[in-house]
Antibody, heavy 119, light 112 residues
Framework: EVQLVESGGGLVQPGGSLRLSCSASGFTFSRSVMHWVRQAPGKGLEYVSA????????YYSDSLKGRFTISRDNSRDTLYLQMTSVRTEDTAMYYC????????????WGQGTLVTVSS | IVMTQFPDSLAVSLGERATINCKSSQSVLYSSDNKNYLGWYQQKPGQPPKLLVYWASTRESGVPDRFSGSGSGTDFTLTISSLQAEDVAVYYC?????????FGQGTKVEIK
């Protein structure tokens, strides 16, 4: 059974940093392109970032302006999102998402981890 | 690619048809494989989105056959042929033709 379990969310002050993790199981993590998608409270879904299976290629939403960094550890089956210089508009549920194969749709989503940016 | 859904919300009687539309700002039909890179997701309150349809018209395993997707190029439709109480949710389209992936703004389906 595919499982994606996010962690690391919480309350952070504007300008602060946070690292999200996503622990994967039930599939061959090292062969899967992985993504982060977020959803602000009461709002729609927004693409955040993606990383290739070997970690060499990364993609980011233009709106992030270099503040976030996606990475992965295939030896630990774990995906990360390092968030820096966070803003109130980064407040959202952050979902870890996988593709069944490269260049395809999202088939499994984690339950999400909530990040709240507030002073 | 900008994805626009309409309507933003709709109320349908139990057992009646619900139709949700999604339009992309450019074609998501890949000529090399003749596939539309378009998916549909259902999200219920407090839950992550769930995949319903991919390649515009392929129903995910386990999804009831009252859900169907259609369309090609830039215009797509998700149809719920006979609305059930458990179908109350927000529905999103997603283009995976290129990166960044983009979602429609969502359509909220309620019972009339």
């Amino acid at each position: 059974e595919v499982q994606l379990v996010e962690s690391g969310g919480g309350l952070v002050q504007p300008g602060g940093s946070l690292r999200l993790s996503c622990s994967a199981s039930g599939f061959t993590f090292s062969r899967s392109v992985m993504h982060w998608v977020r959803q602000a409270p009461g709002k729609g879904l927004e693409y955040v970032s993606a990383i290739s299976a070997n970690g060499k290629d990364t993609y980011y939403s233009d709106s992030l302006k270099g503040r976030f960094t996606i990475s992965r550890d295939n030896s630990r089956d774990t995906l990360y999102l390092q968030m820096t210089s966070v803003r109130t508009e980064d407040t959202a549920m952050y979902y870890c998402v996988k593709e069944p194969y490269s260049g395809s749709y999202y088939d499994y989503w984690g339950q999400g981890t909530l990040v709240t940016v507030s002073s | 690619i900008v994805m626009t859904q309409f309507p933003d919300s709709l109320a349908v009687s139990l057992g009646e048809r619900a139709t949700i539309n999604c339009k992309s700002s450019q074609s998501v039909l890949y000529s090399s494989d003749n596939k539309n890179y378009l998916g549909w997701y259902q999200q219920k309150p407090g839950q992550p989105p769930k995949l319903l349809v991919y390649w515009a018209s392929t129903r995910e395993s386990g999804v009831p056959d009252r859900f169907s997707g259609s369309g090609s190029g830039t215009d797509f439709t998700l149809t719920i042929s006979s609305l059930q109480a458990e179908d109350v949710a927000v529905y999103y389209c997603l283009q995976y033709y290129n990166t960044p992936r983009t979602f429609g703004q969502g359509t909220k389906v309620e019972i009339k």
